[in-house]
């Protein structure tokens, strides 16, 4: 019979105990993770995602472009207890998320989440965060490859996540909810995409 204890779930004061300019955790699953450091291929992904969608979206609604959007990359985010996600970028509607809070983690649920796959991360981007993702009822869900190129979009329903757009290369497309930023993944990921 062993007599080694099983260890206890990571708490969100286990997360906080960690000094802020080395936390780069996560707790996925009851665990404390550490999220690998983003290879140069994965930063430059955020980044243009960030910028692409910024630029339409991340402003007060009105004029030329929809607005009505707040981005953020590498926030910790409550969305079960005690999950604690760092997604690679979120967006909020504002008029749900009015200003920036200052805690954290932020306890506000985001209306978007998209993850960057790599080797290191796809197994929890894949199945246990996007798990939790879909428990907490975040209405859309992109995984973007930067490897393969391939974006995959899904909205959330009731019966869990529909699959409602995939693409890959070159393609041309509109991704939901951000209808109003034409791309391509390829175009997304190197930077030489058009503005339209």
Same mark, same amino acid.
């Given at each position: 019979m062993s007599t080694a204890s099983k260890k206890a779930p990571a708490t969100i004061a286990d997360l906080l105990a960690i000094p802020e300019p080395e936390r780069f955790h996560e707790i996925i699953d009851g665990e404390l993770v550490r999220k690998a450091m983003p290879s140069p291929r994965h930063g430059s992904s955020q980044a243009r995602l960030t910028m692409r969608l !910024? !630029? *339409?979206y991340d402003r007060?609604? !009105?004029?030329?472009? *929809?607005? !009505?959007?707040?981005? $953020?990359t590498e926030t910790e985010i409550q969305f079960e207890d005690p999950e604690v996600y760092r997604p690679d970028v979120a967006g909020w509607r504002r008029e749900r998320l009015t200003e920036l809070p200052s805690?954290?983690?932020l306890l506000v649920r985001p209306d978007w989440v998209c993850e960057i796959l790599s080797p290191s991360n796809?197994?929890?981007?894949?199945?246990?965060?996007?798990?939790?993702?879909?428990r907490s009822s975040v209405p859309h869900y992109w995984l973007l490859d930067p490897i393969a190129e391939t974006l995959i979009v899904y909205r959330w329903t009731e019966n869990g996540y529909l699959l409602v757009l995939d693409a890959q290369g070159e393609e041309r497309i509109n991704a939901e909810p951000f209808e109003a930023a034409t791309f391509s993944v390829?175009? $997304? $990921?190197?930077?030489?995409?058009?503005?339209d």
């Open positions: !910024g !630029g *339409p007060k609604p !009105g004029g030329k472009w *929809p607005g !009505g959007w707040r981005f $953020l805690e954290s983690p796809e197994r929890h981007d894949v199945v246990k965060k996007m798990r939790a993702y879909k390829h175009g $997304l $990921l190197d930077g030489d995409d058009d503005e």
